[in-house]
């Protein structure tokens, strides 16, 4: 079984251009959440999907921030325009329910580098 | 204000030695409390999940405690190896509620 599979698992970006994250869930999971984690500092939710739909993005920049889950492939996180404050690691989950606590599996992250 | 605090920030302990870490939250109503283990350049991978009802949970050298009455748990590492050197991440999820709130971590390092 393989797990929450992420990439690229790092990412350089120049200020200005676009990043885009892929996460495809553990088999069967139907469920993804998007973080971002800063250094020193705790995940911070940003975006709860499910297949074709978005639940709650209330975690997420309202600007330039987009993610989607397709009905097929993976759910893409985009940053158009990046800045260096977007430099951070971002973790993906997915899980079989919204309340699938025990099931709940973490990607091993993109760490995006704005130079 | 982070509903989830974890100390200490960070400890050094030596290999083969105990060590304790704590976790206060503020989540409420509250539905479960769980313990991860992120090592560096990894994703979190989960060591105990624990309900209001439960007090202690174990994991091999990994226990967990809880007291869903003053909102505190620890987890405490029993003769710590080289590979315990991580971040410890106490997550807590409230009632009729998807999202978790995370604290930022306690970073403990083993030494030989």
């Known amino acids: 079984n393989a797990g929450v599979m992420q990439n690229p698992r790092h990412l350089v970006r120049r200020r200005g251009q676009e990043a885009r994250l892929r996460c495809s869930p553990v088999?069967?999971?139907?469920?993804v959440y998007w973080y971002r984690q800063l250094p020193e500092e705790g995940l911070k939710f940003m975006v709860y999907?499910?297949?074709?739909?978005?639940?709650?993005e209330s975690g997420m920049p309202k600007e330039r921030f987009s993610a989607e889950f397709p009905k097929e492939g993976p759910s893409i996180l985009r940053i158009q325009q990046v800045v260096r404050g977007d430099s951070a690691a971002y973790f993906c989950?997915?899980?079989?329910?919204?309340?699938?606590?025990?099931?709940?599996?973490f990607g091993s992250g993109t760490r995006l580098t704005v130079v | 204000k982070n509903q989830v605090e974890q100390s200490p920030q960070s400890l050094i302990i030596l290999e083969g030695k105990n060590c304790t870490l704590q976790?206060?939250?503020?989540?409420?109503?509250?539905?479960?409390l769980r313990w991860y283990k992120q090592d560096t350049g990894r994703g979190p991978v989960s060591l105990t999940i624990?309900?209001?009802?439960?007090n202690t949970k174990s994991n091999g050298r990994y226990t967990a405690t809880l007291d869903a009455d003053t909102k505190q748990s620890s987890l405490h590492i029993t003769a710590s190896q080289l590979s315990d050197s991580a971040s410890y991440i106490c997550?807590?999820?409230?009632?009729?509620?998807?999202?978790?709130?995370f604290g930022a971590g306690t970073t403990v390092t083993v030494r030989a």
């Open positions: 624990m309900t209001f009802s439960e």
């Open positions: 997550v807590v999820r409230g009632s009729n509620d998807y999202k978790l709130s």
């Open positions: 976790c206060n939250y503020t989540v409420s109503p509250f539905s479960n």
């Open positions: 989950a997915s899980s079989p329910w919204d309340r699938g606590d025990y099931g709940y599996t």
């Open positions: 999907l499910q297949k074709e739909n978005i639940i709650d």
């Open positions: 088999k069967g999971h139907s469920h």
